[in-house]
């Protein structure tokens, strides 16, 4: 392959992995952020890698999975490369079952998994006591055990990512003139650039608050997913709870009493955790399109150059697959983008 120069601007995690990804095919990256890595969204502490529902398949949810399978061998690259820990690892996760019916779903689900998950993974119902004193309380005494889930650390993630591009001779710079391929993975700016142009509703923000506890659930310990509410136990002592979700707010940054509340539904779910010091609240928007799913392509505003934006509630989930198809599309020419993601479907 010639040398190929590509500029991402934007250090969020979609602007870094594709960045990493299209260094490691050996194109000359620079990535340009007036803010720096995990400047915006991607510089939170939640980090749920959780699939949907092994059901209804369709382009999306087969493309999280592909990703998801990715995360692995993509964050264990990074970490050899940079030397940081990404926080990564494939726990799993544990999730209550509250009542007959949906015990009755969740086996039902069991089946739809071995197929659709191609034995790359496992979604069982098991008895809340094989699990041993980690697993949440149950109604019912049984919980969804699958062994997709993953959890890596945002913020440190971000740094990772930044270190890995070091190492490699990428430079990551508050500014500077284009230089060969442009993608734009710029987040909620990104959106509302589209938005004001088009002059109507391409994209935007939702505001998300999570919480860090200091709890130490141990490094196997598999997150939770109880009344809506993401419990992430990280590799270093410290446990994530996520998050509330807002269309409509004042302030991008502030936390207040709607995190309270993910926190209490948190300690309702898992009593364990009463106790623990809460040692950070944070916010920050998430990048939404119309469609709801990722855009990906070439950029509707500007010729020549791509978008990859649109990662919403999965960004770090879709982060690993979206980077390998830009880098397919951008340094190969070859378009393994689902049509569902392209810009189109939000314009
Ligand atoms: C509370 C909360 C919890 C979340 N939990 C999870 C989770 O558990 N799992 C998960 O997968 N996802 C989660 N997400 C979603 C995830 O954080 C986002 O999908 C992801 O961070 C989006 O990444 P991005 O790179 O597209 O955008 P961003 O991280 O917002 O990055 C965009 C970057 O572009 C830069 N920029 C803006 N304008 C320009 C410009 N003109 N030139 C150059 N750079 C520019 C900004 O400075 C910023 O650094 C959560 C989000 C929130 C808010």
Known sequence: MAMV??????????????AWTCARRGARVQVIDPFGPGAEASGGLVGALAPHVPENWNAKKAFQFDSLILAEGFWADVEQTGGLSAGYGRTGRLQPIADDRALELARAREATAAELWQGKARWQVRPRLELGPWAPPSATGYVIHDTLTARMHPRRACAALAAA???RGVEITPEGADRGTVIHATGVAGLEELTAHFGKVVGG???????LLRFDAGPEAPQIFADTVHIVPHADGTLA??????????DAR???AQLDAVIERALAAMPVLHGAAVIERWAGLRPRTKSRAPMLGAHPLYPGQYIANGGFKIGFGMAPKV???LADLVL????TIPQE?????SL
């Open 5 to 18: 120069d590509v500029t991402v601007r934007g250090a969020g995690i979609f602007g870094l992995s594709i």
């Open 165 to 167: 591009l070091a190492a």
């Open 205 to 211: 923000a939702v505001k998300g608050q999570g919480a």
């Open 241 to 250: 709870i996520g998050s509330t979700s807002e269309r409509e707010f004042d």
């Open 254 to 256: 502030s936390t207040d």
């Open 323 to 325: 980077a390998e198809v």
């Open 332 to 335: 190969e020419g070859r378009d």
């Open 341 to 345: 993601f392209r810009p189109e479907a």
